[in-house]
């Protein structure tokens, strides 16, 4: 199993990340912002949380226009699976590779601590070591992490079950308590709080095993 986790100028959740994926079993590669393709058989990409370019602009934007970002679109366009967490989450909407745009919180506060987030479906590689239903605890970090889209888009998004995780109390002011979303083939999730800063039960908390440990699943009997 291979992991591929991007590091942009001020990424500050890659080794996170990547420590987080090789727990379950991954072989890692951190993969510079400027290369222009991902290694070969790289199963899943994960986009990592931070402040790439200082979010001077827009958040994500300017990561979004990073050579690798090509690669990391036809990756996912091919059907390979991808996660943003955090600035990962806004550059995924940035490329146009998930839905919608991540606002400034609605408090317009920087907000770092733990909340808890309801998982909305299971079925999917990401959520499958979770029940319907489940409430867990994730830390958020982020000053821009409100999630906006049209009314279209977040009716297509709860009628093919792509919502997979919700604010148990929404901290930010994102719509429908938004907190991650899939793409419409459910290989690409986006999601605003740190699973992998729930990893380790020295940080905290282990709620977010579940997830790496389910890609791991997922890969290893591929």
Wanted: glycine share 12%; charged share 20%; hydrophobic share 40%.
């Amino acid at each position: 199993m291979r992991a591929a986790v991007i590091v942009f100028p001020g990424s500050n959740c890659d080794r996170d990340l990547a420590v987080a994926f090789e727990r379950e079993g991954f072989k890692v590669d951190m993969v510079w912002h400027k290369d222009a393709a991902l290694p070969d058989d790289v199963d899943i990409v994960g986009v990592p949380g931070g402040f790439s370019y200082g979010d001077y602009l827009r958040c994500g934007a300017i990561a979004a226009q990073s050579p690798i970002c090509q690669a990391v679109k036809a990756h996912t366009e091919r059907g390979g699976y991808a996660i943003g967490i955090c600035n990962g989450f806004q550059v995924l909407t940035e490329t146009g590779i998930l839905p919608g745009a991540l606002l400034r919180n609605a408090g317009l506060k920087y907000i770092c601590r733990t909340v808890p987030l309801v998982v909305e479906t299971a079925h999917t590689a990401f959520t499958s070591g979770y029940g319907k239903g489940d409430r867990i605890l994730i830390p958020i970090a982020h000053h821009d992490g409100n999630y906006y889209a049209d009314d279209d888009t977040i009716a297509a998004l709860r009628a093919e079950d792509r919502i997979a995780f919700t604010y148990g109390e929404n901290p930010n002011g994102s719509r429908g308590d938004i907190a991650g979303i899939l793409s419409a083939n459910r290989r690409v999730l986006g999601m605003m709080p740190h699973p992998e800063r729930a990893a380790d039960a020295g940080h905290g908390g282990t709620d977010g095993v579940a997830l790496f440990r389910a890609l791991s699943g997922v890969f290893a009997t591929a």
